[in-house]
């Protein structure tokens, strides 16, 4: 039976009545039929429409230190780097920070759908310039100047990306295997039409230093495009066991400690005294003492090796004859 019970108190009503027949209150406005729901779970965490950005950072840190590694063993230098956290922004927005002239590689990296981006700041190029044909002329001329790529500049950016496909492709191996090929290379923002200005791209921003400078490289994803494989990144691959993730890791651990600068000092002999007789020694005193046959080469103060002390071209050597390291 129906609970004919007002719920609303008396005064309630005559204020709601009032309310209609002044207009205050909207009546007559029907129920909304029409309206559907979308069915959503709460637990899946597949069934978000987004995605956990912050997953590519780690593959990102490893393409730094692999990409650095490679580039230090080409131009035979040492390089610095550092990678941003990871950006959403609409294609449009990014494409109106970059300024011409810039190296523009549209690229592919299959599986992933589209086109993306690698954006190589013109200071790089000019650095790597001047590492492999020495001076800074390439940096200087090119300092407020809006003039094209030269073919040995293009060369070098084309260096620069085999450096990228490599490093881009190890990185990725343990979420999502690619497969990377280079489309084109443009100059001018406004011919870089992979999307529309209103889609969102995943911005990745790498910085490199090298001894006399250095500037910066952008990966460009669009966002369709990883929210395609974005189980991956929830889980890794059904033939991926823990054993193979820690063995990764510690292969990722090695590459990282392995580009570690240590300070090596060669001593050639160590001589003994009094605190007296080296207050008493004078300029043109000389000092006697016994020559070892090999020198020491102490690692962060630690005797590591012992050689024997020459000349290598123009520089210093010192050749190792053993070594104290304990094998493996």
């Keep these: 039976m129906a609970d004919t019970e007002n719920i609303l108190s008396p005064e309630e009503l005559d204020a709601l009545a009032a ?22 779970d709460l637990i899946n965490e597949e069934s978000s429409k987004g995605m956990n950005t912050s997953a590519i950072n780690p593959i990102n840190d490893r393409f730094l ?12 230098t040492s390089s610095r780097g550092a990678a941003e956290q990871v ?16 190296a523009i590689n549209i690229i592919r990296a299959r599986p992933l759908h589209g086109e993306a981006l690698v954006v190589i700041d013109p200071s790089l190029i000019s650095q790597c310039f001047d590492s492999f044909f020495g001076g800074g002329k390439a940096s200087n001329e090119r300092e407020g100047a809006d003039k094209a790529f030269t073919r040995t500049e293009i060369s070098i950016n084309n260096i620069l990306m085999n450096i990228v496909f ?25 011919k870089a039409a ?7 791209a995943l911005v990745s921003r790498f910085h490199l230093e090298l001894t006399e ?5 952008e990966i460009i994803y669009p966002y369709y495009a990883l929210k395609s494989i974005r189980s991956s990144f929830l889980r890794p691959p059904l033939d991926v066991g823990k054993d193979d993730l820690a063995s990764q890791w510690s292969k990722n651990l090695e590459a990282a400690v392995m580009d570690a600068e240590l300070e090596l000092t060669v001593s050639l002999a160590q001589i003994n005294t009094t605190l007296k007789e080296f207050e008493s020694l004078r ?10 046959t090999l020198a020491k080469v102490d690692v962060e103060n630690t005797t590591a090796f012992e050689g024997n002390i020459g000349t290598q071209g123009s520089n210093m050597a010192v050749q190792v004859v053993s070594s104290f390291a304990y094998s493996k």
């Design 19 to 40: 309310g209609i027949k002044d207009g205050s209150i909207e009546s007559n406005t029907g129920l909304n039929t029409h309206a559907r729901a979308m069915k959503h």
């Design 65 to 76: 230190v692999l990409f650095r590694q490679r580039l230090s063993k080409i131009l035979k």
């Design 87 to 102: 950006k959403i922004q609409t294609y449009g927005d990014y494409l109106k920070k970059l300024k011409t002239p810039v």
């Design 166 to 190: 490599g490093a881009l492709q190890e990185a990725w191996a343990p979420i999502q295997p690619l497969n990377c090929s280079g489309v084109a290379f443009i100059s001018d923002p406004r």
């Design 194 to 200: 992979t999307m529309k200005d209103h889609e969102l």
């Design 213 to 217: 400078g250095g500037g910066a490289i």
């Design 283 to 292: 300029e043109d005193d000389i000092v006697y003492f016994s020559k070892p």
